[in-house]
């Protein structure tokens, strides 16, 4: 006892002297802070962080990049609106400029929007909605990571079926493969509370015209004939054909990257990054991976852009002007180019020019671009508005499906029940 | 005179050493505690000021039938996990007691679940269970157990199963070390006079063990179910409350109400909704306790 | 072999085993390749093994600095708690004076308040105070989760040992804080030990407030550098896991040696409760 009192005696008095320089608020005081969102690509967000750092240091100021998880990132945001510790630039997800402008928090960045056209063309009429109100823009669209379907060409190939390009067809095809015996479970939708669940869920009920707002973004209510249709073509995978499993259900970001990767299902909804880590571990299945543009329904096709990253300038910053110049000279072509370039073509611009260029002329890199030109913001087909971020966020949509799949809830009464919710919500939130 | 001035001494040495857990407690625990039970009584959204609506919030979960769901999935998660911990707390202790060489090593290595992070040991249960390509259905279908994978975390019912083994994993081993030390005390004269009678295992057991040790029963348990009931990594990172709302527990429901829909108050409603249950636990152990102890 | 000595033994091999799975899948992940992972190649054992992901570890992320981190914050905020807890619980069992229930009472409430719901309120009071960002804010928020607990728990320690020892201290002209220093506590030390393990291992543990009162990247503690392993789309398993073994390691070792008391402490204290 006595030695080992000693030996913790020692062992304490030396974290103590390595500990007194770190009680010292980490001061960011003088320095413009920066938050972004840490991503699956390190190298990019090396180039990210040096190509910001670099502009800092031209306009001789001192930057402090913070990052969080996209997990995180509304903990973070959370603590930090209510304690006014907003960074001076802060990159924010596809609601968080409606959120947050909507609190008056952020700042108008209209010349810094109309300083990056002149760089990199016309911003994409599409992005508009999650970052443009009342003819001002209070956000820079940084970059998006669409979803697109992705599927299995030599599975495809074996059990005679052409790609699939409606919801109907994903269904058929996944019989047909479970019927050939080659997967038990191969529709893999996971209806979930994650980026893979929500986006899909509102594609699925755009294209079978089952929006619940009108194009003012005011409150309808989803319509019942539509939505009954898209309710069925997508619970009729789990409960009568049984072409997909129930555990997909309970999936996060990471499973169905690699149930598809460990060859388990010919069908899922997710952003290129599957490419992206069968190409980095030479994984065999590769050159049977193909993607697609996410399918229609009878109303057409109607895609949802919900991984969307965009700078904002918070209104709680000191150093509005420093700020604003940090964020033109991130979006400055060469730098930007150089990002986009060393992304392995996962993060899309929203500008014109870069969209054009010859980095995306690949098979893959054009479907990936023609996504994100169709893509619709959250709220279609009106704005993105904080009602609408929390029927999205609130997970009213993925809670919908479920309710018929896991609790045996009669659709017509799933419908009601969200649009219950989501009335409720809209009540709360109106529309400015 | 002396014996006064004594006991004014006494008291001023008492103050004085409570002071720090006083102005600690009042400053950074009951000063934000209130300042939750009092948003809890507003409608207040992240960013906006918080305006007073009484009840509504209480009114409103009571209503709603996810609140009921939850309130259910989050006995069923608590209960679920105490009842297993206890039991297989209980045969480690037991199965332990009386091993004396190498006793001590395998308490430490049963211990290790309690030291790993939470997150780590979440994440290594999602993917030990998931349907593809977790160890457990690859190693089902190698033995030749089943011939497909196991739902683990899809099926309703076997995905709060599933999810309450992740907690017992980590819990029980506390429980087992805690109730063997509370068994080494007892003293084996009782159990002398019980062999004497001509008393068997069990009996010895229910008649000797048990009740020398209920006191650290109660304790541990209760110590659990605080921890249990705000468990929100397990849940959160292998199902994320799914499939549906089969998992959603209190805690991942507050914080896809607080954080992910930023409705502050109704999130501060429904984590305070679980706190009479367990203050009646409290009061019902302390007083047991007390009972005791005269 | 008596029956009851084999039954033992079989009860035992599988608690074991039980714990066994989990921390072989962590050991043996660490040490396979990306591709081994993703393919489901070599499950049971990895062969050829790498140990790329510890060298990761230490070039590619800011592993050493997050240990680093999280041994300075739980040292400091357990030796924090045990103080404060220790003269709080002296008092509330060896002092008398008016109010000394109703204190004891409020000690054990406060054990009970959810940390999700106080990270908020919280978070606005340093933010008032000025300080946060610093591994001193996490010093001083951790006690707000341990300081009941140590305080309950050595309230039952010091109740078992026996007033007289203190009383012949106070005769042979100590004074009571003397008396409390020189006899109390050395009697305490398993207690103090106990407390001490418990929120060593609750704070190295501890993620929500970590994540939201520091933002300094060098200033990250291992579990919020251990989530950021696993990003929206990908989950760096093979890394994560080399992560977890190291960093479980030297908490391992502390544990086969210490864990003794721990539950010395732990029962004594909690037979009293």
């Not at chain 3, 009697?187 to 970590?210: H, K, M």
Request: aromatic content about 12%; overall charge positive.
């Amino acid at each position: 006892m006595t030695t080992l009192a000693k030996m913790l005696g020692v062992l304490i008095a030396l974290l103590t002297i390595a500990a007194v320089p770190l009680l010292e608020p980490a001061s960011a005081a003088g320095k413009l802070s920066l938050w972004r969102l840490k991503t699956y690509i390190p190298p990019a967000d090396k180039i990210l962080d040096a190509n910001a750092q670099e502009c800092a240091k031209k306009a001789g100021i001192e930057l402090a990049i913070q990052t969080y998880t996209f997990d995180d990132m509304w903990t973070k945001f959370t603590a930090a609106i209510e304690a006014k510790t907003l960074p001076d630039i802060a990159e924010l997800d596809a609601v968080g400029p409606a959120r947050l402008a909507n609190l008056g928090r952020l700042s108008d960045v209209s010349d810094v929007v109309a300083a990056a056209t002149k760089e990199l063309g016309p911003i994409l009429s599409n992005a508009d909605g999650a970052v443009k109100f009342g003819g001002k823009y209070y956000a820079v669209p940084h970059y998006a990571i669409p979803l697109v379907l992705f599927y299995r060409s030599d599975i495809l190939t074996k059990v005679g079926a052409e790609p699939p390009d409606t919801w109907e067809d994903i269904q058929k095809v996944s019989e047909k493969v479970k019927k050939a015996g080659v997967q038990d479970f191969p529709n893999g939708f996971p209806w979930n509370r994650t980026g893979d669940g929500y986006d899909p869920a509102m594609s699925l009920l755009w294209s079978y015209g089952a929006a619940w707002v009108d194009k003012s973004g005011k409150f309808t209510g989803i319509p019942k004939a539509q939505g009954l249709e898209a309710l069925k073509v997508v619970t009729r995978a789990y409960l009568a054909d049984k072409t997909a499993a129930f555990d997909y259900l309970s999936w996060s970001g990471a499973t169905n990257n690699e149930a598809f990767m460990a060859g388990k299902i010919t069908f899922t909804p997710n952003g290129p990054s599957i490419l992206f880590q069968e190409e980095s571990t030479q994984h065999p299945l590769l050159k049977d991976t193909a993607i697609k543009v996410m399918p229609k329904g009878p109303a057409g096709r109607n895609l949802a852009l919900t991984f969307v990253m965009n700078w904002a300038v918070p209104s709680d910053g000191k150093q509005q002007k420093e700020a604003k110049a940090l964020i033109g000279c991130v979006m400055a072509r060469e730098n930007f180019v150089k990002y986009m370039t060393g992304s392995f073509r996962q993060m899309v611009p929203l500008f014109a020019k870069p969209l054009d260029d010859a980095y995306w002329n690949t098979p893959s890199g054009k479907i990936i671009v023609d996504t994100v030109k169709q893509g619709h913001p959250v709220g279609w087909p009106g704005p993105t508005t904080p009602a609408a971020a929390e029927v999205v966020s609130g997970n009213v949509l993925t809670d919908m499906i479920t309710r018929v799949i896991v609790d045996k809830v009669a659709p017509e009464a799933a419908i009601d029940e969200a649009n219950k919710r989501i009335k409720e919500i809209y009540d709360r939130l109106p529309v400015k | 005179m002396n014996a006064l001035t004594d006991r004014h001494r006494e008291r001023l040495l008492g103050y004085a050493l409570i002071a720090p857990v006083a102005i600690f407690l009042a400053g950074l625990v009951a000063y934000p505690f209130l300042s939750a039970i009092y948003l809890s009584l507003t409608e207040k959204i992240v960013g906006y000021p918080a305006h007073f609506v009484g009840l509504k919030n209480y009114e409103s979960l009571l209503e709603s039938g996810r609140f009921r769901i939850v309130a259910w999935n989050s006995a069923a998660f608590t209960v679920g996990s105490i009842v297993v911990k206890l039991v297989i707390g209980m045969a480690m202790a037991l199965a332990l007691h009386h091993v004396v060489r190498g006793n001590q090593f395998i308490r430490g290595i049963l211990l290790l679940p309690w030291v790993i992070p939470t997150v780590v040991i979440a994440l290594t249960w999602k993917w030990l269970m998931d349907l593809f390509r977790g160890l457990i259905n690859v190693a089902l279908i190698d033995v030749g157990v089943v011939r497909s994978g196991v739902h683990w975390l899809g099926d309703p019912t076997l995905a709060m199963v599933s999810v309450i083994m992740a907690n017992v994993w980590r819990g029980f081993p506390f429980f087992g070390v805690s109730f063997l030390a509370a068994m080494q005390t007892v003293p084996q004269e009782l159990y002398d006079a019980a062999a004497v009678d001509g008393a068997g295992g069990w009996h010895k057991f229910w008649q000797i063990t048990l009740p020398s040790i209920k006191g650290v029963v109660a304790v541990v348990t209760l110590l659990s179910t605080i921890v249990t009931l705000n468990d929100f990594n397990i849940v959160y990172i292998m199902t994320r409350g799914g499939p549906g709302a089969a998992t959603h527990i209190f805690a991942t429901y507050s914080y896809e109400l607080g954080i992910m829909s930023q409705r502050w108050g109704l999130a501060m409603a429904a984590s305070l909704a679980s706190l009479p249950l367990v203050a009646l636990l409290i009061v019902a152990v302390v007083r047991y306790l007390h009972r005791e102890e005269e | 072999m008596r029956p009851a000595t084999l039954a033992r033994w079989i009860v035992l091999a599988l608690i074991v085993l039980v714990v066994f799975v989990p921390m072989y899948w962590i050991l043996v992940t660490s040490f396979k390749t990306g591709r081994q992972i993703l393919l489901s190649e070599r499950i049971y054992v990895p062969w050829p093994f790498t140990i790329d992901n510890y060298v990761y570890l230490f070039q590619e992320s800011r592993f050493a600095l997050w240990i680093r981190n999280s041994a300075i914050t739980a040292t400091a905020s357990t030796l924090l708690s045990l103080v404060i807890g220790a003269a709080g619980a002296y008092s509330l069992t060896r002092l008398s004076f008016p109010g000394r229930r109703t204190f004891g009472g409020i000690v054990l409430i406060t054990y009970l308040v959810p940390p999700g719901l106080m990270f908020i309120p919280l978070y606005r009071t340093f933010i008032q105070m000025g300080y946060t960002d610093s591994l001193g804010t996490l010093i001083l928020a951790y006690p707000t989760f341990l300081v009941p607990f140590v305080t309950w728990l050595l309230m039952g320690f010091f109740r078992s040992i026996p007033r007289e020892l203190e009383e012949a201290a106070l005769v042979d002209g100590a004074t009571r804080l003397q008396a409390m220093v020189r006899v109390v506590l050395p009697l305490a030390a398993p207690g103090l030990l106990a407390a001490g393990l418990f929120c060593f291992t609750l704070s190295w543990n501890e993620f929500l407030y970590a994540l939201i009162f520091i933002g300094d990247d060098s200033l990250k503690t291992l579990p919020v550098g251990l989530s950021e392993f696993v990003v929206s789309d990908f989950a760096f398993w093979g890394q994560l896991m080399a992560a977890a073994a190291l960093a479980s390691l030297p908490v391992i070792v502390v544990y086969i040696y210490l864990h003794k008391y721990m539950v010395q402490g732990l029962t004594a204290g909690a037979v009293k409760g």
